[in-house]
Structures are given as C-alpha cells and as structure tokens.
C-alpha cells in the first residue's frame, strides 16, 4: 500500500491517487503550485525538503480527507502552518504528504469584539492588518511571517503577554481534525483534557485548522529597536534582570535583550515594546538611559512592529535554533555571553553567519496567567518565576558550514546548562518554538505533565497516527 502512494515507480505519477481524490488542491512536483508552496518556507532547510506531493486543503473537510488517505495508505505526512521552523522536517516531510494550511486563512470578529476566529494558515502580520483597523487584538506573534498554528500550539510568546498571557492562554477554542478525521471544537467544556493537552502539546494530538482567540480592545503603541555597543552588555544585563523583576508593576511591557555578531563585530540590541501610546513609560527609565547608536523607538500600530522584526528575521537562509531557561541572575547570563562569544570565534568566517544570542523574561505576572482556563501543560509555576528564555539563533549561506555551526551553538547551550546548574541557576524549561531537533521539549514540562499528555494523546489518538504517520517537530514518542 505505502508504494502505491508515497513510492509510486516513475512511470506512474507520485500523488495520482490524491490527485484523483481531492482535484485542484493537490500539487506535484515540477508543478508551478508545488514550486511555489516550496519557496514559502523560512529556512532553507525545510525548502530542500521535498515531499512527493503537497495538498492546500481549502477547509477542515479537505484536512480531514487528505488525513483519511494518508491514513489508509499509511503514507508520512506533515503539516505547515507559516513554515517558520528551523530544522528539516519541521513542517514539511521528504517524500511523503505535505499538507499546506495557507488557504486556511480565516480572520473573522465576532459581533461582541471579545472573539476572533483565525485559521491556521494565516501569518501573525496577516491577522494585525485586519485587526489594527477595528483598535483590537488578540495575544499573538511577534515577527509578521510567523504562522498562527505553529507558534499558539507551542506557548506563544506575545507583546501583550504581561497582561495576558501567552497565546496558548488565549484561545478559547480549537476545530481539531482528530485522528479518525472527525472534526471537533475543543473547549474547556466539550474536551476539558484535550483542551489543555494543545495548550502547549503542539502536533501531537491533531490537526488544528481554526483557533478562537480572545480579543481585547489595542490602539497605538510605543515600540522599536535601538542598538547599542558590545561595551554596553553589562548595563542591559543589570537592566534585564531588574525588568524581570519588576514586570509585575507595569503589565504593559515588553523587552528583548540580544547579542549578536555582524559584519565583523559584536553589537547588543533591544526590542523595547509597551501597549499604550505613551512614550518612555518609567519601567524603561534606566533602559531608556543607556545610550544606543540608533534607535527606531516611535508611537505606531502592532502591524508595523512586527514588520519591523520580521525584516530582522529574513528567508532564504539556513538557520538553527536551539534554547535553554534559567533563573533570573544577570551574572549567569553575562558568563553565557562569554561561552556564546567563545564558540562564535571557531565558526564566524561561515559564509553569511550572523549569530544571536537572545534573552527573555518569563515574569510572574505571565506565567499567573498559565493557569487560566484549567492551566497549560508547560509546566511552569508562578512561584518559579521570573526566568530568563535564552535562544541561540543563527543564520548562514552555505550547507558546507552546517555540522559545525549546529555543533558550536549546542556546545554552547551545553555549557550554559552546565554552568547553571553549577550555580544553582538551572531550570528544567524547553521552549518549543525555540527548541533544536534534538532537545527532550515534553521532559522540560515535567514528569507528571508529560505523562498527562502522553495518555491525553493515546485517548484520541489510538492508533498513535500523529506520533508514526507524522514524525516532524517534538514527539511526545521521543
């Protein structure tokens, strides 16, 4: 049966059967439709991945027949939201199904302005656009070329966060395609257990095509980017740290400390995000005092903002994250910065390398809200608060370069943890969205959390259809 499908012989189309079935949405290679669903990927290494055919459902009926197929020809299969994900085989799949949500693009507010319906082909930059006109917003992405699916199913990291969470604490219901294609709205009230294992639980459980997400009332913010010296670490650390700490005062902010390494030399950077339309808010004073060699700060819509990292965030590049969490404490980070710039020194002549080593806060007052709603499956306390979310992400040209930039950026997550743990400073944490390929994610939610998940999964998913039949992205399995 497999061969019938995924390794049909060259005299026979790959994907006549599925072609047959679902017309007009199925696309084979050396199509102009499969061409261009390829090229929309963020990382080159899941562009080079090529399945034997993509299918762009048009609805969830569409998602659940192609999953009925792949299903009965035991066909791998992966499914793509935006396509953001770093490592090959995140969302795409070689020589199996792709099925592309991109038609899913549904940005639809309800009467009340308290609830907005958005599919999960849509980008974040999508859903502001429409949003921004109408003064709302739902708790979302950061960079506009992010997808819906990916980033709310692994935790979500949002601007708004402080105030409301992170975006997996946002959506109040998912229409799921289960693994015997029955499409299903999940809630706290219809499938309370469900409802939280995809808080958080990301591709294991089914395919998600419309999340329902809170809406709350957003004008104008004051936002930007300013870029400082390396000499300045030291202060935005203390700076980091204190912000950290203090966020609970002000719910409105937002902050991103980064390092990174351009064109020659190490410069430091900071997102600077606050949701009111009030310049220099005074929980950035001492921030705001450390003087930067250019600054972007400005009064603007969310829209512009996520267009502005997005340009920070180019395609057509291979890229590698990897991450680890951490106590508050701004000489463990310091000392990270000396390990992350000691491992760059073997790999910055790569051909277009621009390392970063960014950091986070997960503050009390956002982890207060993962017990909303019957609580995420993150695993994250309000009394192990605040953290500090290190990302190592790096971007370069050529593949020659990939064993030994992927090996430096693990030997220095390696030696962070070890350090951390050294201090007393370690935390068990693994963010999703941010995690490499081969880092324990569902381990870092704890034990009792991830086996609450694993039974969660073998309930409505028997036949273990999302942990064999797609292997892409972090198993519960693994």
């Known amino acids: 049966m497999f061969s019938l499908f995924c390794l049909l012989t060259d005299r026979t189309p790959k994907c006549s059967f599925l072609g047959t079935i679902l017309p007009n949405i199925t696309s084979q290679p050396g199509s102009a439709s499969y061409v261009g669903q390829e090229a929309n990927y963020w990382s080159n290494q899941q562009a080079e991945t090529l399945p034997a055919c993509r299918v762009q459902p048009q609805s969830a009926l569409d998602v659940s027949a192609s999953l009925l197929i792949t299903k009965f020809f035991r066909c791998p299969f992966a499914v793509k939201s935006g396509g953001h994900a770093a490592f090959a085989g995140a969302s795409n799949i070689q020589s199996g199904l792709t099925i592309d949500l991109a038609n899913l693009n549904i940005v639809q507010v309800s009467e009340d302005r308290t609830l907005t319906q958005v599919g999960a082909g849509n980008r974040w930059g999508e859903v502001y656009s429409q949003l921004d006109p109408l003064q709302l917003s739902v708790i979302g992405g950061r960079v506009a070329s992010i997808g819906v699916g990916g980033l709310t199913l692994g935790g979500g990291i949002s601007f708004f966060s402080g105030r409301h969470g992170w975006a997996c604490d946002g959506v109040r219901n998912y229409q799921v395609v289960l693994a015997d294609a029955n499409i299903v709205d999940v809630n706290e009230q219809s499938f309370p257990d469900l409802y939280f294992a995809l808080r958080g639980g990301g591709n294991n459980f089914g395919i998600v095509t419309r999340f329902d997400l809170e809406t709350f009332p957003q004008g104008d913010m004051w936002g930007g980017m300013r870029i400082y010296p390396i000499t300045a670490n030291a202060s935005l650390l203390t700076e980091l740290y204190n912000f950290a700490k203090n966020a609970p005062s002000d719910p409105d902010a937002a902050l991103i400390v980064a390092f990174a390494y351009y064109e020659g030399e190490y410069l430091a950077s900071t997102d600077i ?206």
């Open 273 to 478: 995000e606050y949701a009111k339309p009030i310049v220099n808010p005074p929980i950035f004073n001492e921030l705001m005092a450390i003087g930067s060699l250019t600054s972007t700060m400005r009064i603007t819509n969310l829209t512009d903002l996520v267009e502005e990292l997005n340009v920070a965030n180019p395609s057509g590049l291979r890229e590698f994250y990897t991450t680890a969490t951490f106590r508050n404490d701004p000489n463990l980070q310091s000392k990270i910065l000396e390990i992350f710039m000691s491992e760059v020194t073997g790999i910055k002549d790569a051909e277009g390398i621009l390392p970063a080593l960014i950091f986070q806060p997960i503050t009390k007052d956002i982890i207060s809200y993962f017990s909303k709603n019957g609580g995420n499956a993150l695993g994250i306390a309000e009394s192990d608060g605040p953290l500090i979310l290190m990302n190592i992400a790096i971007m370069w040209s050529s593949s020659v370069d990939d064993d030994r930039i992927t090996a430096a950026a693990n030997r220095a997550v390696d030696q962070s943890v070890a350090l951390a743990k050294f201090m007393n400073l370690d935390y068990k944490y693994i963010y999703q969205n941010y995690a490499s390929q081969g880092q324990d994610v569902f381990a870092g939610y704890g034990a009792v959390n991830q086996q609450r998940l694993i039974g969660i999964s073998k309930k409505y998913d028997p036949e273990q259809v999302f942990q064999r039949l797609q292997p892409g992205y972090f198993k519960l399995s693994n």
